[in-house]
């Protein structure tokens, strides 16, 4: 208990930091802030495009493994880990992939999509994003993953953090080990987490709860599973610690005033 309650005070502070650094360390965006404290949690709606304009609304819909389409207030579309299995209806406006394995990335990419940004290292350097679309800022934090040799390779995952509305969103990608204090720092306050929970392809369940302990956000949906069991370990492991929620839908909408007031655990369909 001593050691959690130490994890979130470093967190806390490295987040401290962040905040009162000089403008010309930070690049201007809602998820260098801190987050103020948030009201009671949401009531589900359908989602409308129209209707996100006018609010400041965010869309996230679970398409399947590591994949979530997301849709900013101005309409701007988004896929994760995007692949040649999961896809939305119409080609989106961004894509980010990773390549631990053919799930999570893909060569075959329709031209009219106008951002595609690939999480792994094809140079000298891993890649470094900074990007914007309209209404969305996407930016990475690159991670390292096991090869097939059983060594490391280096700068071979990013954690992409989307901003949209004014809500900041973090998908691991096939994230294989927890956090260190710069990787915290480069993240920024996380409102909303995509975390793997297979619990063995990507990182074990006991560090995948420490990674959520290290990030603290508002909200996790679970992602990177195979079958309702996986869910049932998964949630056995850190029911006593986060309420968990199973969704009716595989869509749901956010605005920042309606994020939990403490971190929760929200199901989507999918799996």
Not at 1 to 19: C, K, P
Not at 213 to 225: D, E, N, R, S
Not at 247 to 264: D, F, G, Q
Request: hydrophobic fraction near 40%; aromatic fraction near 8%.
């Amino acid at each position: 208990m001593r050691l959690g309650y130490l994890a979130t005070v470093l967190t806390r502070i490295s987040t401290w930091l962040v905040a009162l650094a000089p403008a010309s360390a930070l690049a201007a965006g809602v998820c260098s802030e801190v987050v103020a404290s948030a009201p009671p949690p949401l009531t589900l709606a359908a989602f409308h495009p129209q209707l996100a304009d006018e609010e400041g609304v965010v869309g996230i819909t679970f398409l399947g493994h590591a994949s979530f389409l997301l849709t900013s207030p101005a309409g701007i579309t988004a896929v994760t880990d995007y692949n040649g299995f999961f896809r939305p209806k119409d080609p989106p406006d961004i894509v980010t992939m990773n390549h631990a394995h053919p799930m999570h990335y893909t060569d075959d990419i329709d031209p009219s999509i106008k951002l595609v940004l690939r999480g792994w290292q094809t140079g000298p350097e891993p890649p470094h994003y900074d990007v914007k679309l309209g209404d969305v800022r996407v930016r990475n934090v690159s991670t390292n993953i096991r090869d097939g040799a059983g060594g490391t390779e280096y700068g071979g995952n990013s954690i992409f953090i989307f901003e949209m509305g004014d809500l900041c969103i973090a998908h691991l990608g096939h994230l294989h080990h927890t956090l260190t204090s710069e990787h915290i720092e480069q993240l920024g306050q996380i409102d909303v987490l995509l975390a793997p929970i297979d619990g063995a392809y990507t990182i074990s369940h006991e560090d995948m709860i420490e990674v959520i302990g290290q990030i603290h956000p508002a909200l996790v949906i679970p992602m990177h599973y195979f079958g309702r069991s996986v869910v049932e370990r998964f949630a056995s492991r850190v029911g006593d610690r986060y309420p968990i929620r199973y969704m009716e839908n595989a869509t749901i909408t956010l605005t920042r005033s309606e994020l939990p007031k403490s971190t929760e655990i929200w199901v989507l369909p999918g799996f």
